[in-house]
DNA sequence: CCAAGTAGGTACCGTACGGTACGGTTCGTG
DNA sequence: CACGAACCGTACCGTACGGTACCTACTTGG
């Protein structure tokens, strides 16, 4: 056995198999339509494997958050020279694609299935679908943003504080009513677009033309 | 009986009286804790009973969100007249409202059965929510922000868009954090001010002083 | 004082789940 | 070839839920 495979779910190919056949049941279903028989019907394994592999349905679903995290690995961005247009892109990628993650299918499923069992275990799962799936886009944001105060483009005090000033912008209540079973926005990068124009109003050093301020139309 | 009673959910007394009890097992238990055989046995009522006022358990949950709903009534702001210290105080107001009541105990349980329902319910449930408990604190906000852009204190072209702004600034990731079981800010009135200050900075016509483009000390 | 409606208590039914056990089959390995 | 491990399919068990039926006790109104 290799020594350090760091926190490395790895699972064998028959395993991460029957984990997507589970994603999909999720996804389909939701909460209900996972079952231990429905999966091993659906996956074409035995429950018992089930029961040896992830030991125990707490652990399947665990085991779930942890392979669905370990396909979406964030690609660590190279550190280039920001200028003022290459930050407001980066900051409007980075805009798009949390909404775009945010309003995925199994992204939804899972933080669903999170918090219908919080209330049981702990949040123990939450805690798990936290650590695993918000620790990379938060890494990459915190390090953006980060970079743009030391290229002098942006300014605050508290780079958590503004981290979240720019998610809230993003975001607003939009996952939560995803959650509830509203259909997402029409137009991501319209929302992406005004998010960062209002985030660079508040924190960036570059006077913003009037034109950011104007928000017109809505969801 | 009087002719209009709006579409006040009118339950008796009694049934008030269960669903307060079937409140209590959902927040301290969750989805699973609540079981009719369980709420008959904390409410000292018979199965019986709640199917015959509920109908069903979806009707039971219906029910639940109504009377809570029921308790939760807006009070209408007067129309007074609106002065750029005033409206900073009712938009902080307003935040702190908004902070409160998404971290209380019955807001986050219903809010997670809701959600937890959404995907077997083609999200019934979640409709019912929204209406009934968001639709109260989105007209305040509106109306709030709509005699700002009248009396010339704040500017906007869309005032959806506004609110939407002022509610992300406000909330941020916190409401699905906490629904995923982490714990609320440990202060929400500093939360409120940093929001409403930045909300100024973007939709305010005065000019803000640099002080309220400070951030400082998180979470 | 009695009839009728209302509500509580309990037993029951069908179902479906999580979890376990067992026989048969494939596959890698000495 | 033979052995054992892994695995599949299925049958099984205990439990707990939603929902129903039945019977009793209390109130209410004439």
Redesign the interface.
């Known amino acids: 056995m290799i020594a350090d495979a760091s926190q490395m779910p790895d699972f064998t190919p028959r395993q991460n198999e029957v984990l997507e056949q589970a994603l999909r049941l999720l996804v389909e279903?939701?909460?209900?339509?996972l079952t231990t028989s429905g999966l091993a019907r659906a996956a074409n394994c035995s429950k018992e494997s089930l029961y040896k592999w992830f030991g125990d349905r707490d652990g399947l679903l665990a085991a779930m958050i942890a392979h669905q995290a370990s396909k979406v690995r964030t690609f660590e961005r190279g550190k280039e020279r920001l200028t003022a247009e290459s930050l407001h892109d980066h900051l409007e990628l980075f805009a798009r694609d949390l909404l775009e993650v945010l309003s995925g299918d199994v992204s939804l499923?899972l933080?669903?299935l999170?918090?219908?069992q919080?209330?049981?275990d702990?949040?123990k799962l939450?805690?798990l679908?936290?650590e695993h799936g918000r620790r990379q886009i938060d890494r990459r944001a915190m390090a953006l943003i980060d970079s743009g105060k030391r290229a002098g483009l942006l300014?605050?005090?508290?780079a958590?504080?503004?981290y979240?000033?720019l998610?809230?912008?993003?975001?607003?209540?939009l996952?939560?009513?995803m959650?509830?079973?509203?259909p997402g926005l029409k137009d991501n990068a319209r929302q992406a677009e005004?998010?960062v124009a209002?985030f660079l109003?508040?924190?960036g050093t570059r006077q913003e033309s009037g034109e950011t301020?104007?928000?017109?139309?809505?969801?």
Do not use: M, Q
């Open positions: 279903g939701g909460d209900k339509a499923a933080n669903r999170a918090i219908g919080s209330s049981r702990g949040s939450g805690k679908l936290v300014r605050f005090d508290d958590d504080g503004a979240h000033t998610y809230g912008l993003i975001v607003s209540d996952h939560v009513r959650l509830l079973g509203e005004k998010a209002a109003t508040l924190h301020l104007r928000f017109s139309s809505g969801r």
